[in-house]
């Protein structure tokens, strides 16, 4: 299931939009949050964190590519695999939901609060996420960005602080690049349990032309330090050679009789 670096990556991804002139791009983070870097370029996205593991969008391919450093392993996911996942993912619930209604509420709630948190996402409902503008603003990096809080089922789920991603020197290519990889991450979040785990989908909210220069949450927060426009070369964009393929095995529901 998605991570808190996912979570993270889609957030990111669905928050930017622009036309600018054609450049590569690199922003650099620092902070305990998850997120050290995201580069653009070749038609690919590559987020990093501070602990190695990382995840590549291929526009080309439309495939998210997640790296496990410490393994020295990556796993695809690409549509056909999403949507089997998904496919696996929706059946799964709909027999978890069943079987939840055929208890007595009590019981029912029992069941419930024994379960792992992540299968108690997926029974529960979707989470509702609100993301207003708070009218303050501040700097970061040297770039002016508007402060905007984020409450998911009425709790404090942090805040974000949005610069124009114009002002970052983000270009048409790279944008291009987001663009797809934000409808995918998009497809991932629906196809995997309804867009339970993906508060991320609803930061279409920001109308595309904003970047998060510094990101809060409950688990830590990434602030930018610098940006840079230089090119950057293919290989900063490739599998490293010695990773292996860990495959994503999609496992078949047993039949409902």
């Known amino acids: 299931m998605p991570s808190r670096l996912t979570a993270t990556v889609i957030a990111v991804l669905l928050a930017i939009g622009s ?98 948190k992540q299968a108690q996402a997926v029974a529960g409902p979707k989470p509702l996420v609100s993301i207003k503008a708070t009218g303050a603003s501040d700097s970061v990096a040297g770039f002016r960005c508007e402060i905007f809080r984020i409450d998911i089922d009425g709790d404090n789920g942090g805040e974000n602080c949005l610069a124009n991603a114009a002002d970052l020197g983000l270009g048409a290519d790279d944008i291009a690049a987001f663009r797809q990889s934000a409808d995918f991450a998009r497809h991932v979040g629906e196809k995997i349990a309804g867009g339970r785990f993906n508060t991320g989908l609803d930061y279409n909210m920001f109308n595309g032309e904003k970047l998060p220069v510094r990101i809060k949450s409950k688990n830590g927060s990434s602030a930018l330090t610098a940006v840079s426009k230089a090119a950057i070369a293919q290989s900063e964009f490739d599998i490293p050679s010695d990773y292996h393929e860990r495959k994503i095995e999609v496992p078949k529901l047993p039949a409902r009789h």
Do not use: C, W
């Open 19 to 116: 036309q600018h002139a054609n450049a590569d791009f690199r922003a650099d983070y620092r902070g305990d949050g998850g997120l050290q870097s995201i580069e653009v370029g070749h038609g690919k996205v590559r987020f990093a964190t501070a602990h190695g593991h990382g995840v590549i969008f291929d526009a080309a391919q439309k495939a998210l590519i997640l790296l496990d450093s410490d393994k020295h392993e990556f796993t695809r996911m690409d549509e056909a695999t999403v949507d089997a996942l998904g496919e696996t993912v929706s059946g799964a619930m709909a027999q978890m939901d069943a079987a939840l209604a055929k208890l007595p509420p009590e019981q029912r709630a029992l069941v419930m609060a024994r379960m792992p």
